[in-house]
């Protein structure tokens, strides 16, 4: 599996021509909160991505094997929810875990619209390892904070979530 390669660290004092002081409104992009948040992101998502190699999955893979270990929502409609993906992503994620034999889909009987979803026995064991896998990758996010500090930290997210969420309460 090809992993992307890290993009290379900004530096602070980075010259920056957004930040230029006779432009309308100077903007320093890398106090963005919006860039920061994205740049953490990306890196997360290599992170992820290299810890999840070894069982053979992608990013987008252990997502919705997950799902369905800790709440499974027997439907691939439902799974599509929870896991924010449209239809036609979904089916082809599927698709790809079928074939790795992690997971099986079967039509239900009383209605052929409705595909109901599950691991199978390998996809039981391999997903099993992935909360402990996740685990690890927000230890070493949240590395040299303090309880208090990580509290702090989740209630701040969850007002900025709120700033920016959907007034019909969206994802």
């Not at 190699?53 to 027997?74: I, M, N, S, V, Y």
């Not at 698709?95 to 595909?115: I, N, P």
Request: glycine share 8%.
């Amino acid at each position: 599996m090809n992993l992307p390669s890290v993009p290379p660290p900004l530096s602070a004092d980075a010259a920056c021509p957004l930040s230029d002081p006779e432009l309308p409104v100077p903007f320093e992009i890398e106090r963005s909160i919006g860039f920061q948040m994205r740049r953490i992101t990306t890196l997360l998502g290599y992170e992820v991505e290299r810890r999840m190699e070894p069982l053979g999955l992608t990013d987008a893979q252990w997502k919705p094997l997950l799902r369905l270990l800790l709440d499974p929502p027997g439907t691939a409609a439902a799974l599509a929810r929870m896991c924010h993906l449209d239809a036609g992503g979904l089916t082809r994620l599927l698709d790809r875990l079928e074939a790795k034999g992690l997971c099986q889909r079967e039509r239900s009987q009383e209605d052929r619209r409705v595909v109901h979803v599950a691991l199978t026995s390998e996809g039981q064991a391999v997903a099993a390892q992935l909360p402990a896998l996740l685990g690890e990758v927000q230890d070493q996010l949240l590395q040299g904070f303090s309880a208090e500090e990580e509290a702090q930290l989740r209630d701040f997210l969850k007002r900025i979530y709120a700033n920016v969420r959907p007034p019909e309460g969206g994802p």
